[in-house]
């Protein structure tokens, strides 16, 4: 079974810096592209972030709104998943989720999302 | 970026009842590369359809999904306690993927 656990998660403020991770496990975490999406309070989800699996160059994408503050990473030998959030605004604050693609090329719907760890910047 | 619009935004109906729920895009979705999603208070979001009409593993036949080009549905057809959640949509036709703002189906 298909298992993703972030933390990280806390209050921050305006300007700080916080790291998430995501530990995974059921699944060949390196063959997958892997994404980080967050929602906040009473909104949709929005993608924030992905990293491409195995093969090839390792592809990385940002949403507009994060990109130059935010770095997404993976260690393969852990199975684990990263976004190192820098410069973090008030629009920042949400519920940040791990998910799972659908295949390498990080391009398609999410098969699989932890639980969630929120992310709080306030002053 | 393509925007998707849900509606309705809340929606209140009782246990045994049909739920549609739409979900209208900005402009048309490539190969109807859309997918729902439920989600239950305190739980990870959970694959329901990909592809506009296919079920994910383990989802009920209750729950089933159409549409094309911008008009997207997804149809409960007889809701159980558990279906009782908030559910969204995702367009991965084109980049970035982008999600609806949700439905909320609640107990009437």
């Known amino acids: 079974e298909v298992h993703l656990l972030e933390s990280g998660g806390g209050l921050v403020q305006p300007g700080g810096s916080l790291r998430l991770s995501c530990a995974t496990s059921?699944?060949?975490?390196?063959?997958?592209?892997m994404s980080w999406v967050r929602q906040a309070p009473g909104k949709g989800p929005e993608w924030v972030s992905s990293?491409?699996?195995?093969?090839?160059?390792?592809?990385?994408y940002y949403a507009d709104s994060v990109k130059g503050r935010f770095t997404i990473s993976r260690d393969d030998s852990k199975s684990t998943l990263y976004l190192q959030m820098n410069s973090l605004r008030a629009e920042d604050t949400a519920e940040y989720y791990c998910?799972?693609?659908?295949?390498?090329?990080?391009?398609?719907?999410?098969?699989?999302w932890g639980q969630g760890t929120l992310v709080t910047v306030s002053s | 970026d393509i925007v998707l619009t849900q509606s309705p935004g809340t929606l209140s109906l009782s246990p045994g009842e049909r739920a549609t729920l739409s979900c209208r895009a900005s402009?048309?979705?490539?190969?109807?590369?859309l997918a729902w999603y439920q989600q239950r208070p305190g739980q990870a979001p959970r694959l329901l359809i990909y592809?506009?009409?296919n079920r994910a593993t383990g989802i009920p036949d209750r729950f089933s999904g159409s549409g094309s080009g911008t008009d997207f549905t997804l149809t409960i057809s007889r809701l159980e306690p558990e279906d009782f959640a908030f559910y969204f949509c995702?367009?991965?036709?084109?980049?970035?993927?982008?999600f609806g703002q949700g439905t909320k189906l609640e107990i009437k």
């Open positions: 402009q048309s979705v490539d190969s109807e590369y």
């Open positions: 990293i491409k699996g195995r093969g090839g160059d390792r592809r990385i």
């Open positions: 059921g699944f060949g975490f390196s063959s997958y592209g």
């Open positions: 995702q367009q991965y036709g084109s980049s970035p993927r982008t």
């Open positions: 998910a799972k693609d659908l295949a390498s090329f990080p391009l398609y719907y999410f098969e699989s």
């Open positions: 592809t506009a009409s």
